[in-house]
């Protein structure tokens, strides 16, 4: 079995320093999330808070579950780049077969766990027996992953048991289950790399796959095995992700295969193989959890959040290099010896001092010193990708301004589960009240609803939540902008012709309602045909592809609706001189770019919902809410249809 065990260079130094020294480069994960915790404790008062660590504890979860299961490939020189889609798929299995077939809820999530074990078997069938690269194979599963997904729910949510949504729920009304499920899962990897035969042989394989061979190891057989736990432990993290959120969502835990494999890379894990460990693992999802939570508290931009979690990244993967020409010691997870488990446990004890002094300091410097009292308001917006969105922060950010309120802002970059972090970020912190455009209206009711129980008002924007109270809805009404459209395109077609339609992301409201009342609205007019309908994700570039390659199949087409301006954007580039002319263009939003499209004549109409307004308003009423102030319940935004002879007059 092949371990990473460096000597030390004898004589180099020695007594307290050179121990210290040997201490940190040994636990280099560990050393960096003390530092990290002491830095957050110090700068934010809300972080040291019993609810915020357990709010860190659930974020940690699903990454960490998902990691996991990818220590036993990274160990045996692997890489799995389907769990995020594999862990969708599980959860889409669950919900689809005890919802939509009628299968006892047992027996679904049996089915959902074979069905993570099956897209492993694959993984590891394609990369033993077909000898593709373990790359081009995972990365082929994380489309088809993703795409049965879809394809089973057809593009939308669907709403899980409520005998497995428990397991999004809390024990005793404090301790979560997803914080549980990680240390159950934490221990069987820990279990299975050190006291397993299939454990030492992934170490064998990462060492040296040649070596393990002619020893007598069947290293294709095992690699099955590998990427068949890869897959189970993706499978729980899909029904975990999705009880959190009380449904399945189809789109869901995109990018989490990127955070698991940095999370093993953080812990120590070597991307060539041969050594990791579940405890290192469970530390580098804490790490990426913490500074993910503690840069929502301090109001860092979430773009911002991206550049300092690569750097993160990077600096584990140099500081491994370093450790490793420093001397240090990381023995594999199976290495016996009572001396290196002596030492290791004198670590965390040590660890746990260092954090409890930390706790202990901090609580003693936030309770010192009493702030002035500043009303404070989150908001936490699908996406700052669009326009749109960008419009209603700009206008939530004025109203805010003008009324002395201090905002945070955050971008759940269209994943619900990680809006879920930012609303429980919100819910823990000192806020009076919070604004959120949820990104799926079923999947934000549950930490909408641990705002309601912590007594902070929610005002829902442009989208409503589901199961959950809600202080105020300020919207425009997509179903009736949908009609709107129909109307407007299918009148300046005379009442006649063929269509196609760019439709949104799927599984969003926005694309759900905006379709169907454009479906609606288009049945006054039977003369018009619609050939085609394919989604481009609200997205200019991909309008353009989508454009593009439906002008092949369809290209005497008469008009377009596009779900969003930024879409149609992408239409009329696609149609070139045609846009205007012969093919009409119906968008939707009224964003600046698509008004100056319509001023040129390209885009011939924009259903136009004032997307400032609306930021204006919810933090208007957001206010009155956190001031116990009274509240409409219902605040609607008027729709307008903008077209060349309207548009000088209007203000979005």
């Known amino acids: 079995m092949a371990t990473d065990t460096l000597k030390g260079k004898p004589g180099a130094q020695g007594g307290a320093t050179a121990g210290l020294r040997r201490l940190l480069l040994d636990n280099g994960a560990l050393t960096a999330l003390i530092v990290l915790v002491i830095a957050m404790s110090a700068l934010s008062g809300d972080f040291l808070t019993a609810d915020n660590l357990l709010n860190v504890g659930v974020q940690a979860a699903v990454t960490a579950i998902l990691a996991f299961g990818v220590t036993f490939v990274i160990v045996s020189a692997g890489i799995d780049l389907s769990v995020g889609s594999v862990a969708a798929l599980s959860a889409t299995v669950l919900a689809w077969s005890a919802t939509e077939a009628g299968i006892p809820v047992a027996l679904a999530v049996l089915l959902a766990v074979a069905t993570g074990i099956a897209c492993g078997l694959v993984n590891g069938f394609l990369i033993s027996y077909g000898k593709l690269p373990p790359f081009i194979a995972t990365l082929a ?4 992953g993703r795409g049965l997904s879809l394809v089973i729910s057809q593009g939308s949510p669907i ?12 024990l005793g009304g404090w301790l979560p289950v997803p914080v549980l499920v990680m240390v159950v899962m934490g221990l069987l990897t820990a279990f ?14 990462g060492g040296n796959e040649e070596a393990a061979r002619l020893s007598g190891l069947r290293v294709k057989r095992q690699k099955l095995a590998i990427y068949a736990f890869s897959g189970l432990f993706a499978a729980a993290a899909g029904i975990v992700l999705a009880s959190r959120l009380s449904s399945a969502q189809p789109q869901a835990a995109q990018g989490y295969e990127l955070d698991a494999i940095a999370a093993v890379v953080i812990g120590g894990a070597s991307l060539a193989g041969g050594t990791g460990k579940a405890s290192g693992t469970l530390i580098g999802a804490l790490i990426l959890a913490v500074l993910r939570n503690g840069l929502n508290l301090l109001s860092v931009s979430a773009f911002w959040q991206q550049v300092v979690i690569g750097v993160v990244i990077a600096l584990a993967v140099l500081f491994d290099t370093l450790r490793r020409k420093a001397g240090a010691t990381t023995p594999a997870a199976g290495a016996s010896g009572g001396g290196n488990r002596g030492r290791q446990a004198l670590t965390y004890v040590i660890a746990a001092v260092v954090a409890v002094a930390v706790v202990g300091a901090t609580s003693l410097l936030h309770n010192g010193s009493s702030a002035a009292k500043t009303q404070k308001i989150g908001l936490s917006l699908s996406t700052l990708n669009n326009p749109f969105f960008v419009q209603i922060r700009a206008g939530a950010e004025e109203e805010a301004k003008r009324l002395g309120v201090d905002l945070t802002v955050t971008d759940a970059q269209n994943d619900a589960s990680q809006q879920a972090n930012q609303l429980q970020n919100f819910t823990s912190g000192s806020l009076s009240a919070v604004v959120v455009n949820p990104v799926d209206s079923d999947a934000a009711g549950p930490s909408v609803r641990g705002a309601n129980k912590a007594g902070i008002p929610v005002v829902a924007v442009d989208r409503g939540v589901n199961k959950a109270d809600t202080a105020a809805l ?9 009609a709107l459209g129909a109307k407007a395109l299918a009148e300046k077609l005379g009442g006649k012709g063929t269509i196609v339609i760019l439709q949104g992301q799927a599984g969003t409201s926005a694309s759900r309602e905006r379709g169907a009342g454009f479906a609606e609205g288009l049945k006054d007019y039977p003369g018009i045909k ?14 353009l592809d989508v454009m593009t390659n439906l002008l092949q199949a369809h290209p005497d087409v008469d008009g377009v609706f596009a779900e969003n301006d930024e879409m149609a954007l992408g239409a009329i580039k696609a149609l070139g001189s045609k846009a205007g002319k012969s093919v009409q263009v119906v968008g939707f939003d009224g964003t600046p770019d698509g008004l100056k499209a319509v001023e040129a004549g390209t885009l011939y109409a924009s259903v136009a919902q004032q997307p400032s307004e609306l930021g204006r308003i919810a933090v208007r009423n957001a206010l009155r809410a956190a001031e116990d102030e009274k509240v409409e319940h219902t605040v609607k935004v008027p729709v307008k249809v903008v077209t060349r002879e309207n548009v000088a007059g209007f203000e979005g």
């Open 530 to 543: 619609v050939v085609a309908k394919q989604p481009a994700d609200f997205d200019r570039t991909k309008g």
């Open 141 to 144: 599963m994380l489309s088809v």
């Open 192 to 205: 299975v790399l050190g006291r397993t035969y299939i454990g030492r042989s992934m170490y064998a394989i």
């Open 159 to 170: 709403p899980f048991p409520d005998s497995v949504s428990h397991l999004g729920d809390t």
């Open 474 to 482: 300020v919207a425009s009404d997509n179903v009736e902008g949908g």
